[in-house]
């Protein structure tokens, strides 16, 4: 099984972008947690960021009928886009929602998102640690689809 692992805006300025609220750990660090998970799961990854709406929407195409399933951080498009949402609608793959702060908890035009209902999970405020509970989960789900 192959997931596709998605990071929107500004993520690739992680580790140097608002330490304080967004960690040290740069997107190299995470992809690599995400990778040692992955063998450990005996899942493939492929990692995609972008900061152009439009890059994120092509790749999220490109995993219909190849991947089983999507880890999106949508950054600052999870608030705003309407095309986002419908792309991951269009290929009717199992996502599941990650971000690293606790939206909830953070100013209000951060509270929605255009993708948690169509999302298996969400999961907030974990940290990078968040994409390694998506990894399981969606391990587990293509696990007991392929039984
Ligand atoms: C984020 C939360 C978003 O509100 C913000 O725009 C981001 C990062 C997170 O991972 O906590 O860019 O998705």
Same mark, same amino acid.
């Given at each position: #099984? ?5 990071? +929107? #805006?500004?993520?690739?300025? *992680?580790?140097? &972008?608002? %330490?304080? @609220?967004?960690? !040290?750990? !740069?997107?190299?660090?995470?992809? =690599? ?11 493939? $990854?492929?990692?995609? =960021? ?13 995993? &219909?009928? &190849? ?10 498009? !999870?608030? $705003? ?8 609608? /269009?290929?009717?793959? #199992?996502?599941?929602?990650?971000? *690293? !702060? ?23 405020? /974990? +940290? %990078?640690? +968040? ?8 391990? +587990?789900? @293509? ?5």
């Amino acid at each position: #099984p192959l997931v596709l692992v998605v990071n +929107g #805006p500004n993520l690739n300025l *992680l580790g140097t &972008r608002e %330490p304080g @609220t967004y960690g !040290t750990e !740069t997107l190299a660090d995470v992809e =690599q947690r995400i990778t040692v998970a992955a063998t450990r799961l005996a899942v493939r $990854t492929e990692f995609v =960021q972008s900061n152009h709406e439009g890059v994120l929407i092509d790749a999220i195409h490109a995993a &219909r009928g &190849r991947a089983s399933g999507i880890i999106i951080n949508a950054g600052a498009f !999870t608030h $705003t886009s309407v095309a986002l949402r419908d792309a991951i609608a /269009a290929v009717a793959l #199992p996502m599941v929602e990650v971000h *690293l !702060t606790n939206v909830h908890a953070r100013e209000a035009f951060r509270h929605h998102s255009y993708l948690s209902d169509l999302a298996e999970a969400v999961i907030v405020g /974990a +940290g %990078p640690l +968040g994409y390694v509970f998506a990894l399981e989960l969606l391990a +587990g789900r @293509t696990a007991a689809h392929e039984a």
